[in-house]
Every structure is written in C-alpha cells, then in structure tokens.
C-alpha cells in the first residue's frame, strides 16, 4: 500500500476545481468587470464628445470607431491590445502560483500531493483559458456595444479608408482575435515562469508588464534594425493586416512565429524550475 | 541577485565594446581650388571653374570621383555627398559646372565643344594629385557620379574620355530632345513625319512640348546669378540630389551670394538669356514660343543628349532612374542602358522611388548602390568581393508598413538581366468601353493634372498625388476588376482609334481603380503624351500608344482604366476648339511583366518555421534533462556536507539510553540498519537516513539526521529555534529537496508528489488557504484537489476538532489566527491520514481548546496511526508525546520514549526530572 486508497496523481486538482478557486477571487471579477465594461465606457465618451464629422475624411482609427459596430470594436482592439490586455493575460498567468505561495496554500497542495508537473499544467491551462476568455470577451463585448450604439455598418480601413462590407470582414475578426490570443502566449508564459519564480503575485505580474514595456522601448530604438523583429513585442500591431483590404498573412505569421518560440522556452523553463525548486514559501 | 548583477555588467560590458569598436566617421576637409580650363569648339575660351578637392580620408593614393551637381546646383550641393565619399576612402572632386556657382562662362547643356571639355580637363587635374591613384602617367583610376544635368556628364565624359572608369549617372536624360518634345505613339498605317529615329525613344519632330518642365529647366538656368532664388533649394532636392533633404541648405548660401551681388541692373540679354549660351537662348525663346521642335532645336538637344555617343561609352555603368520623374522617365534610363550595352559595356539598372517628382529618394539606398559600383570598378580587387554585388536590374516597391513602427518599408527585388520595358512576359488586359468624344478646350484650359512638375514632390501623396481630368476631355476604357494580382513593370502597350479632323495632340495614362471611396491612383504621376495626324477623308487613324514606364502592382479586385485626355498642364497643347473621337481599336492592354522580380522577395523567412520548431526541441530537452535529475533518488547522492561515513558518528553518542536494537516496539531509535523490506512487517511510518540539507550559503540547516517512528507513536520533535525542525518536516512533504540521505514514509522514498504522501497529513508553518473563499469551501476544493473520493475525507469529523461552527461559511480573510490553525489542522485530519505531521499545533489556541487538542491527538495515534508534532512547549509536548526527538543544530541529539528519557535524568533539587531540564541539558544550554 504506498498510497492512501483512492488516490490516483492523474485525478488530483482538476481543472473545475482550479476554475472555482480562481473564478471566485475578487481581481478575476473585477479584470472581467473592467474588460466588459470598457466598451461601454467607450461608447459613452464618443456619445459625449465633440462631433468631429464634415471636417473632411480623416482617416485614423479613432475617427473611424463610430461608423460601425465592426470599426468599433476594431477600435477598442486597438486601444486595448498593447496595454490593458497584456496586464489582464498577465494577471491570470502571473498570479497563478505565486498567489497560492503567497498564501502558504501551495506547499498544502504539493503535499496533497499534487504532482508538480500537474500542477503547474493544470494551472497553465486554466490561467491560459481565463487569458483567452479576456482577449475574447472584450472585442465581443465591443462589438455587441458598437452595434448597438453604431449599427451593423460596412468596415472602413484605417488609413486607407477603403470600405468593406461587414460580413466580409466578419471572419477577419476572428482572425484579429486569434492573433491577438497567439500574441499575448508571450505574455502568458513570461508571466508564468515569473510566477513560479517568485513567491510574490505584485512581483510576477509587474515584472511580465514592466519587461512588456522594456521590450515596447527598445522596439522604439531604430538603431536595432533587423534585430527589432525578434523583440516579442515587435509584431503586436499586426493584426492591423487582418483587416487591411488584402490579407497579408506575412506580419502575424512572424508575429506567431516570435510568440510561439518565447512561449515555448519560457514555459518549458518554468516547469524545470518548478520541477527543482525547494518549496519554502 | 548575482546573477542579475553579473547580467548588468555583461550588458554593460557589450554596450562599451560596441561603442568602441564602432567605427566613427573620419573628419573630411575640403581644399577649395580654382581650375582654369580651356573650352569652346576652338578650344580658345578660358573658364574658370570653382571646385573643391576633397583627399581621401584614408590617406595614400586612392582612387578619385568626380561628383557632379544637378542643374540649378553647385558644387554646394553635392558637398554632403562628397563628404561621405571621402569617408568612403575615395578622392573627390566637385566642381560647379560653366555658368553655375562662382564658375564662370555659360551653361552650354553638357555640350561636347564645352562642358565636356571642361570635365576632361578636371580628370587632367586630377591626375596631377599626389591623393590619386593612376592607371598610367595622366591616367587616373576616375569613376563621375552625378544626378540630373550632372549625371548627363558623367555619360557624356564617359562617352568622350576612355580614361573614365566607372560612372554611376542619376535621373538623368538619354535624349533631351525626346525628353522635352516627348511622343509616345506609332501612327497606322504611316508614321505622319519622321518616324522613329531608333533609339527606342519618341520622334521630337511631332513631339508635344513638355512646356512646364522645360519653363522650369530654362527658367533656374536664367536665374542662376540675378534674381528670385526661392526656386533654388526645391531645384537642388529635385534635380542635384534626389530629395537628400538638408543639402538645398548648401546651395541657398551659395545663392545668397549671388543676390547679394544682385544689385547691378541686367541687360536686357542677361534678362532675356541669364547664364545661357545665346545660342541656346535664341532656340528656346523659338520652341517655347511655337510649341514645337525646330530642326535645328532637335539638332543642338541632340548634341547633348548621351544616347547619342552612348555606344562609345566603356566604363561601366550603373543607372539610377526614379519611377516618380515626369522630367526624365524611366525610358530615357532604358534607351541608355541598351545603347551602352550594346557596345559591350556592363551596366546595371535600378528603379529607385524617388526622381524629379519627388517620391522617397533612398538616399542611403542610393549610396549603397553607388559605393558597391564604385568599389567594384575603381578600387576593385579584394573590395570587389567585399562591397556588395549590384544586380544588373533593381526595383523599389511598396514593401507595407512595417509591423513595429508603422512606418513604409520599401523592398528591393532583383533580376539577373535587365529585361527592357516590355517585361519578360506579357499579360493582355481586356479593356472595354464605348467610343466617346472629348474636345480639346479653346485655349487648352483648364487642363487636366498628371504630375505638377517641379512640387509633385510637395502634393504627392505616397501613389502620384493629384491627378484630375477634366469632365468632357477625356475618354475612359475600363477593365473588369483583376481576378489575380498584376505587376506592372515596363511600358504597357494600347491602340486606339481616333476620329476628327486635322492633328490631335493627346495623353494616355492608364489608371489603378479600386471599388469604393478611393480616389483612382495614376501611377508614378506619368502620361504618355503624343500626336496623331487624320488623313484627310480616312475619317480616323489608328495610334499604338506607348504608356509611361513604371512598376506597379493591382491588386486582386482592382481595375485598369486606360484614359485619353486632350490636355495636360505640364504640356503645351493646341489652343483650337476641336472635338474627337476616341475608342479603342484593340480591346487588349498590353502589360509587361517580369516575374523574375517578384520572386526574390516573396517566401517566408526560414526563421519563421525554424524558430519555433527549435523552441519546441529545446523545450523538450529542458523538461527532459529536467526530469531525469528530479528522479534521481533523493538519498542516492550525498552531497555538501553529508557524509556517509559520518554517519555512525553523528549518532547520538551522548544518547542517554543505552537502546537495544531490538526493543521495537517502544523505541525511537537511530536505525541506520534496518531494513525498510524486512519480511511480514508492516512499512515503518517514518525513517529518515543520513538527511542533510544546507542552506543556500552552505551552512547545514539538517546534517546527518537519522531516526525512526514506530506505528502508534506520538512523536515530539524537539528542538531551540534553528534547530532545523522545520527544515525537516518540509523534506518530509517532499517540499524541499534533501541534499543528501533520504526519509522513506511506509517504506516508500518520498520525493515531490510521491505518491505516498497521499497518506501524510501534515501542516507546517503556519495554515494556507485561499483568503477569499469560506472556510468550509477551502476544506472541500482542498479535498477536490486531492482527487479522492468526498466519502474518504470524513469532513464532519475533521471539521468538528476544527470547531468553527457558523464561521465556516465566512470568507477565510475574516478568520483570526487561532481559527485559521484551526481549520489548518482539520485539513491536515482530512481523510484521516495514517501519518500526521503537525508543526507548533498549539500555537495560538487558548488553554481549552490545547487541552482538547492532546486529548485528539492521543486518540488518533491510539487508533493504529502515527503523529508527530513539533512544539517548543515542553510541558505541552511531555503531556501529549510517547517519543521524542531531540535536534540541535541540525543534528539528532537525543531520541527515545519519553518516561525513558526523563529517567535517565539525574532528579534535580528533589523534583522529579522535567524534560526541560532533560532538554536544556541536551542542548547544552545549562543555566
């Protein structure tokens, strides 16, 4: 008899009660409040400010975000993807251990015993998932907004401003979603390797934003060259392409590419890390 | 920390090595000198050219360029460009041409009785200078390079003096006459005059004058010296230097000299002619007047004009031609290029985004380009394998915007040869459309706008700026939207039909229509402009129009739109009424293409896949070699401080009990020769072996500990603060990683989530819940977390000895300490695990609930199970424990049943012996 009886390691922490331990904590609700809330926030501002229309066809993405429930939501995309959505994936990917540690409940679950490599699995996928649910839900929500608020109109492309009819665009979007989720893997496992690095929530999450920045600052500095494009945050806007008149795959392709190989090592690092580590918090 | 500091200073250390091995540009000073030369079809007219010299920054004797300015510069200019070519380690001369600058004489347009001489001259000069490497006495390794009116000399020079060894010409003119009077059909059946004069380019005699082009040209010739200079600048970006923003800085000190001189009244011929030779002047006054070229107009452009002596040429050549040049097309670089060619000479193309009409410029790109020809051709040798390659046929597009900056990134396709304006293939476009009538305004206005020479670079946006044709002028065919992408690079072909009477001077310009609210982009700002003559009574003439020369891409869903207008600003057009009739005689669009282009760009960059397949491997080999470490038997290898052979003498020798290695049942003993395995017995709960753990500064925390716990037990593990208590609990949880010895639970070794700690409860260190759910909701997701079975975790009972009653459904950060310890102790009973290990379990209760808290414990070792506790409350641990484990310092003192060890004790001062005197004694901390 080596182990207590009903016990199996491929049955421990399952992915519902992960879920629930999560889903009830108070920054999960207010990330989701904010995310959701935002579109309407936004909705109101444009109902609120300055008519800017007849001053001539400017055509900059803000201008364009109340011609349709499509632009709209482009437009909160837009605004949101290199900052607030980078803090939401980093919350959920960065405080996933390092909260468990900081409450001492970690070593209770190690000891459970949770395997470690499930562990850090299991919470992988549900931070990635309550991720994803972010990314998602704010360009929904933007939408379900923009069309209410702005009607079901033909997208007009920034910059160009070359009209495409919404239905058209539709599945682009979806495209602009996946992108936006492929990109922000980087943030997710940055913020997750820092998680299991640190035994501080404030410390993982600051630290995947505060290298998010870093890593937008040096992507400003010219003199890199052709060594910008391997910055993680380098491709982050090009999902822009997705909705440009032609689809030009080759910026996300990179963009996913760059994403992907960051993601890769950092989480395989974690779980060695994790794997080792003396738990001591 | 010392790893992210050593990470500082290597960063640190790699931003100082950069910058030192950086090379900075050395300082390049300029010798300003007069040359006097001797020019003139008699060779009897001094002029004195003003030049500056600059010697190669280098040292030594170099090879040395001859940098010419554009019409309307002066040696100004070009000194920015001069000054990069010396950094280069080439000597430079730049010289303001006759009749430009602070040089005398007058402008003769690079004519051979004049200008030509002049440069021959110069390369004499030159010849003469210690800084100039020769071929031979008088013969210097010479390349000329120059844009504009300067890149007509380098080609002419080149054609003229065979000592010339490489020339890289700009935006420059093959035929001035056709550049001036461009005429860009064929008539069918017969040519109306002259017909083609076979150098691929027009036939001026019926060319339309290129009226506000050749105003512009004539015009900064004229105000060179006297007035209005304003022009002068916008003339230096457009002509010298191809948009290199900053240097028209140069030539407008240059000029404010000339104003300043500008007091003296002109004659009326220095009104009338300016600088120009009056030769010249009378001719242009003639032409500009009419409208049409003159004989001996075309004769002396002709004169001028490189293509035709361009066979002549034998230095190499490398043509950069803008695609956005209504002055100088993309043909006129053609026509030179298979000219020069053709006589065997190398040459190379590229069509560059910039021109008289503005676009980027690419400076750098251009200077790139340029220094690789000349390292090629004048330094040769080893720096020919260095510099780059230039390939015989560049084109710049459009690359998108760059994903990072959002800013236009341009893409530089290459092809091996250089295939000529009808492409290497082509494509027919079925265009269609009515035929329509257009007049031609009386007076010729308002025109319709192509290109606004001389500011296109001012309005032009990023696809040739404004351009609007006039309602009622012009006739539109149009194409249906392109199933497929289409490049366009060369001269598309169209033939039209046109009806009326007498001559018909046209344009032709092919539109990319896209469906919405964008305005149709003319490509390059470019018309092709030419002249039909109707025989009388044949009603109508056939034309094969030649349309401008660009490359462009439509894109799938776009249309072409073929348009003929009557008139166009930057040309002088019939100011008759007259009314025509235009359709097309053939419904195809002959579009040049040149695949071979669009292939070098295109292809994913092998990084692309590459990148992520190798994180992919290097992952897996991070969690293999990860894992195979982590399953290495925690006690396999001794590390640090541990030592096996120690181990028997890191007994307790002070043990106090003599303990007979057989007397099981009660002991507590060090047992480092039993064997787990031993046949028929029930696993022991715990055994712990030679465990050593050192802190991270090496200091043991745990060193060689060894001792047993027998089923039933209430063991006490005592021991002062530091002693390493705690350290060991948590290696018993497979928590910390021992650094050498290992603990077996029933027999099993424990490592990070063996399975057996399923059947240890334990709580160390204080509770851990999750401060947001309730009590009870932590206790039941914890459980959840074990995956086994609900009816297994007995919650009632353990949640009894927890005793919260109704605060159980409050929010766990609502909780004070003792009701988290609590709750903490009734997880670690959850499932009533057979091995309970619990750290300080009285801390924080009040005397009843430590009172009732003994009574639990000693009724759960009772029922066939085992507990340790750790507690610095002695009194505590002697009510509650069977056994005890002294440690200090990480090491076992002392072990044994509790009765025994107080026995052994030398009763103090009449009391029975307390086990805090026994432990104080053990400790060696006597008071």
Redesign the interface.
Known sequence: ??????????????LR??I??QF???RTIAMFGLLLALPWVLVIAFQFGPQSSDQG?SLRISDLATQSGLNFAAFALSVSANFLLVVAVALFCGDTVSS?AN????????????????LLRQKLIVALGYSAAAVICLPLMALLAGTLAFGWNDI?VPV?????PALDILPRFGIVIGYALVSQLVVAALAFLLSTVTDSPLGAVGGAVGLWIVSTIL??V?ALGAL??F?P??????W??ALA??L?W??M???A??S???A??L???A??RF??K???S | MKRVAALVAALALIGVATWLVLPSAPQVRGQDQVISVVDGPADDQQVRLDSTFFPPAGGGRAPVVLLAHGFGGSKQSVRQQATRLAQDGYAVLTWSARGFGRSTGEIALNSPDYEVKDVKQLIDWVAKRPEVRLDAAGDPRVGIVGGSYGGAIALMTAAFDQRVDAIVPQITWADLADALFPDDAVQAPASAAGGSTGTGLGHPETGVFKRMWSGIFFGRGLSLDGFAQQGQSQGDQGQGDQGQRGQGEDGRGEGGQGRGQAAAPMSPQEARCGRFLPAICDIYQQVAKDGRATPEAIALLRASSPIAVAGRIKAPTLLLQGQRDSLFPLSHADANAKAIAAAGTPVSLAWFDGGHDGGNGEADWLHEQTSAWLARYLKGEGSAQAAPPVSAFTVTRDG?RD????QRIRLHPEASSYPGLGGTGTTTVQLGGPEQSIVNPPGGAPASISTVPGVGALLGGQNGGVSLDMPGQSAAFESRPLTAPLQLTGSATAQVRVSGKGEATLFAKVYDV?????LPVLPGGLVAPFRVTIPDGAGSVVATVTLPAVDHGF???HRLRLVVTTTDMGFATPAEPATYQVSLAAPGLTVPTVPALTAAPAG??W???A??L???V???V??A???A??LVPSGARPRGRARPADLHADLPVDLPVDLPADDRPAAVAPAPDVDDGDGGRRPVPLEIKGLTKAYRNGEPAVDGLSFRVEQGQVLGLLGPNGAGKTTTM?MM?????PDGGEIRI???PVT?????????G?F??????????SGR?NIE??W??????PA?AHFEEALEIAGLGKALKRAVRTYSQGMRQRLAIA?AML?L??LLVLDEPTNGLDPPQIREMREVLKRYAREGRTVIVSSHLLAEVEQTCSHVVVMHRGRLVSAGPVSRLLTSATPANGHGPRLEDVFLDLIGDKR
């Open positions: 008899m080596t182990a207590a009886p009903g016990y199996a390691p491929r049955r421990t922490l399952p009660v992960e629930v331990r009830k904590r108070r066809p468990e409450w001492s409940s970690l070593r209770y679950l190690l000891a459970a015993p949770i395997p470690r490599d499930r007009q160009t401003g070359e009209i495409i992507q400003a010219e910008r494009e910055l945050t380098f491709w982050n806007a090009a822009l392409d008149p032609e030009d080759s910026g392709v990179k963009g590419s760059i992907i190989t960051y890769a090592v989480i395989a690092v779980f060695r794997r080792r003396d738990v001591v | 998108g994903p990072g900056t959002r896209s469906e919405g609210s964008q894109a799938a869903g994913i960059a990084w692309v896949w990148m992520p190798a994180a992919v290097l992952a897996a991070l969690l070699t990860g894992r470490s982590s948590r949880m497979g928590l910390i990683r029933f027999g099993e990070p989530g063996a399975p057996v700690l399923s059947r240890l334990s160390v260190e204080g509770p851990g819940f999750l401060p947001h759910l909701d997701l914890y959840a977390a074990t995956g086994r079975p297994d997880q499932g695990p057979d």
